[in-house]
Nanobody
């Protein structure tokens, strides 16, 4: 199977920056889209940003212009550079990937999540 491991969360003041990283490992033949989602207390999980295998990106309106998603295909990794952070960005951030396994099946695993807390 496939595992996603996130890192880079933490506590930061409003206006600060953080970079999240996510690395996929396991029986990976290829990875299509990779994305970041977040879930704040009492709210549903929402898409933050997504990047396709071709490098196309899409962002939630609330983070556009502040966050940048990128990926390192040979390393099966995706990153989220977060600038100008706001208290409303506080959430658990999850990595997700659409993975084609070595035996051809498609899997869409989630990481364990990393906490981002932005203080005002």
């Amino acid at each position: 199977q496939v595992q996603l491991v996130e890192s880079g969360g933490g506590l930061v003041q409003a206006g600060g920056s953080l970079t999240l990283s996510c690395a996929a490992s396991g029986s990976i033949a290829s990875i299509n889209a990779m994305g970041w989602y977040r879930q704040a207390p009492g709210k549903q999980r929402e898409l933050v940003a997504i990047i396709t295998s071709g490098g196309s990106t899409n962002y939630a309106g609330s983070v556009k212009g502040r966050f940048t998603i990128s990926r390192d295909t040979p390393k099966n990794s995706v990153y989220l550079q977060m600038n100008s952070l706001k208290p409303e960005d506080t959430a658990v951030y999850y990595c997700n990937a659409e993975v084609r396994l070595n035996w051809g099946h498609i899997s869409s695993p989630w990481g364990q999540g990393t906490q981002v807390t932005v203080s005002s």
